[in-house]
C-alpha cells in the first residue's frame, strides 16, 4: 500500500514537473510592431533579391514567419493605419482617405492593451491630423513628417525639431524608450514607425554615395501602355516617365531645369525639392551637394540627346537609388532594435512584426505611388517572429490583412476582442492551424480625385481572381486571372469563358459587402462629405 502511494505521489509529481508549462510562456508577450510608409515586398530580400539585400529586416522571417499574400483593405497610408489600430474596415472606422482626420472616439487596441496593464509606446509617423490614445509615450512626425531635421511632436514637451537623419532619429528614440524607460515588470506594446521609404525618397547621407553608383534591373511591365484594362489603369497619374517630379523626385537641381529647359511636372515640383532639401543644414548640404551634383553633370550632358525611352529607363534608376537608398538605413535599425531585443533576453517572448502601410510600385506598370487593388500595391510585405509560438523558417500564403493585427495582438495579451472588431486572428496561424482563415479578402479604395487621379473601386480578391468596380466618374467593372495573369495586365470580364467565374464572384463580393456592412448607402455618403471638402478647395 504504502509503496503504491509512493508510486502514485511519484507520478503526480513527476506529471506536474513535466507538464508545467513553462514560466515564459504563460507571460504575457511584448509586442514590438515595426512599420514602415510605401516599403515594398519587391524591396525586402527575404521576399525577392532581384533589387536589395535587407539583412536585418529578413533575420525576423528566417527566425519566425514570411507571408506571401499579406494585403490591406485600402492601400493608402493614414486609412491603413486606422484599419490596424481600430480592427475595422475604413467605411466603419471613417478614415476613408487621407483628408479627413481620424474620428477619436474609435477604440484602438493600443487603447485596450493599456487598460489591461500594457506599457505603450509609439514613435515615428502616424499621419492622422491628431495625437495617437492609449500611449504612455509618444513622440510623432507631424503629418508625412521630413527626411532631414524634422519636426517632432511629443507627449512630454509638445513640438520641437531635431537635428539629424529620419530614420536614424526615430530609431534612436525607440532605442532610449527600450533602454530608459521600459517598466520592466510591465509586458509593452512598441510601434516603432518610419517614414521612409515614402516619397520624395530621401536616403542618409552615408548612403548618398553607394546608391547612386548602382543599377538594377527594370522590370518586365515597365513600358506598359495600359491596353487590355479600363479607364482606371490609363488615367492614373502614376507614371515614372510622366508623372514624377523632375526636381523634387529626380533630383535635378531647379536651376538645371532652367538651363535644360525642362517644365515642372507639377506646379509644386520645385518647390518640393526645396522644401525637403532646403531643409539640410550647411553640413548636410555639401555631402548632398557634392553626390547630387556629379550626378546633375552627368544627366545635363546627356539630357538633350536622350530619347523618350531613355528618359524613362534613366527615372527608373534614379528613382530606384533614392528609394532603396532610404531602405538601407531602415534595415540597419530594425537590426539595432533587434539586437537590443537579443542581448536584454527579450527575444522569447516578444512579438516582432515588420510590415509596411502598404504595397507600392516599383516601375511596375510604369508606375510608383499605390492605392490600386492591383498585386504591387493591394499586397504588403508581412514578416513575423516570436519564439516561444512560431516556427522559425515557417511561410504561409493566407491572404491575412492589416485588418487582423488588433484581433491578434489582443489574443496574444489573453484579452477577448470587442465584438465588433472585424480582423481574423493569426494565432492559429502563427501556431501551425490555418485550415480556416478567409479565402477572400475585401478591398475598397476611396480617394478621388485626388493626388495620381486613381478612381475609387472596390473589389474582391481570391486565390485565383479579382473582380473589381471602379466607379463615381466611370462605372466599369474589371476581372483578372491570377493564376494565368500574374502581371494583371488582361482585364477577362467579358470573356465569355469567365462567365461562370464571374457570375460566382459577383455574389461572393455582394455577400462580403453585407458581411463587412458596406454598402451603396455610404459609398454616397462618403462621396457628399468628399464632394463637399472638394468646394471648400481643401483637397
Ligand atoms: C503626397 C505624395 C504622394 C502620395 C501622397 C500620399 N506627394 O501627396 O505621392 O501619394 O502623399 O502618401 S509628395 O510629392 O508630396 O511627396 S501617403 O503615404 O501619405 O498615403
Ligand atoms: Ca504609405
Not at 40 to 57: G, H, K
Not at 237 to 244: A, G, I, K, P, R
Request: with cysteine; charged share 30%.
Amino acid at each position: 500500500k504504502i509503496i503504491l502511494s509512493f508510486l502514485a505521489i511519484s507520478l503526480v509529481a513527476v506529471g506536474f514537473f513535466a507538464f508545467k508549462p513553462k514560466h515564459h510562456a504563460t507571460k504575457r508577450p511584448n509586442i514590438v510592431f515595426i512599420m514602415s510608409d510605401d516599403h515594398a515586398y519587391q524591396a525586402i530580400s527575404a521576399y525577392d533579391t532581384r533589387l536589395t539585400q535587407t539583412p536585418n529586416i529578413d533575420r525576423i522571417a528566417k527566425e519566425g514567419i514570411l507571408f506571401t499574400n499579406a494585403c490591406v483593405t485600402n492601400s493608402i497610408c493614414a486609412p491603413s493605419r486606422a484599419v490596424i489600430l481600430t480592427g475595422k474596415h475604413s467605411h466603419l472606422n471613417g478614415k476613408i482617405d487621407n483628408y479627413f482626420p481620424f474620428d477619436t472616439t474609435n477604440i484602438t487596441f493600443p487603447q485596450i492593451l493599456q487598460k489591461n496593464g500594457y506599457q505603450t509606446a509609439m514613435f515615428g509617423k502616424l499621419h492622422f491630423g491628431n495625437n495617437p490614445k492609449g500611449f504612455d509615450e509618444f513622440q510623432i512626425l507631424p503629418d508625412q513628417g521630413d527626411y532631414y531635421n524634422p519636426d517632432i511632436i511629443t507627449k512630454k514637451e509638445g513640438k520641437k525639431k531635431l537635428t539629424g537623419y529620419v530614420t536614424d532619429l526615430i530609431t534612436d528614440i525607440t532605442l532610449n524608450w527600450l533602454k530608459n524607460e521600459r517598466e520592466e515588470e510591465k509586458p509593452f506594446f512598441l510601434a516603432y514607425l518610419h517614414k521612409a521609404p515614402h516619397r520624395e525618397w530621401l536616403p542618409a547621407e552615408r548612403h548618398f554615395k553607394e546608391y547612386l553608383k548602382k543599377t538594377f534591373p527594370e522590370p518586365s511591365t515597365l513600358f506598359d501602355n495600359y491596353e487590355g484594362r479600363g479607364r482606371a489603369s490609363k488615367e492614373a497619374e502614376m507614371n515614372l516617365l510622366t508623372h514624377m517630379n523632375w526636381a523634387g523626385d529626380s533630383k535635378i537641381f531647379p536651376e538645371n531645369m532652367d538651363k535644360l529647359g525642362i517644365k515642372e511636372s507639377h506646379p509644386y515640383d520645385k518647390r518640393n525639392y526645396n522644401y525637403t532639401v532646403g531643409r539640410m543644414n550647411a553640413e548636410q548640404r555639401k555631402v548632398w551637394d557634392e553626390a547630387y551634383g556629379k550626378m546633375n553633370e552627368e544627366f545635363m550632358a546627356k539630357f538633350p540627346t536622350m530619347t523618350e525611352k531613355e528618359k524613362m529607363q534613366w527615372r527608373y534608376q534614379r528613382y530606384m537609388q533614392d528609394y532603396l537608398g532610404s531602405i538601407a538605413s531602415v534595415d540597419e535599425g530594425v537590426g539595432k532594435v533587434l539586437d537590443f531585443l537579443k542581448k536584454n533576453n527579450l527575444e522569447e517572448n516578444t512579438i516582432v512584426v515588420y510590415t509596411s502601410d502598404q504595397g507600392f510600385y516599383l516601375g511596375e506598370h510604369g508606375w510608383f505611388d499605390k492605392r490600386f487593388i492591383f498585386d504591387e500595391s493591394f499586397k504588403t510585405p508581412l514578416l513575423v517572429r516570436w519564439p516561444n509560438v512560431i516556427k522559425a523558417g515557417t511561410k504561409n500564403s493566407k491572404m491575412v490583412q492589416n485588418l487582423d493585427f488588433a484581433q491578434t495582438f489582443l489574443e496574444a495579451a489573453g484579452i477577448k476582442p470587442p465584438s465588433d472588431m472585424q480582423g481574423e486572428s493569426l494565432i492559429p496561424i502563427f501556431k501551425g492551424q490555418d485550415n480556416h482563415f478567409r479565402d477572400a479578402a475585401y478591398y475598397h479604395y476611396y480617394e478621388y480625385p485626388s493626388v495620381h487621379m486613381v478612381k475609387r473601386h472596390y473589389g474582391i480578391v481570391t486565390e485565383k481572381y479579382k473582380l473589381v468596380h471602379f466607379y463615381y466618374d466611370v462605372d466599369e467593372w474589371e476581372l483578372y486571372d491570377r493564376m494565368n495573369d500574374k502581371n494583371e495586365m488582361k482585364n477577362v470580364y467579358n470573356d465569355p469563358k469567365y462567365a461562370k467565374v464571374k457570375a460566382e464572384l459577383h455574389q461572393k463580393l455582394a455577400a462580403l459587402r453585407i458581411k463587412y456592412k458596406d454598402s451603396e448607402k455610404l459609398d454616397k455618403m462618403y462621396i457628399e462629405k468628399y464632394d463637399e471638402l472638394l468646394k471648400a478647395g481643401k483637397i
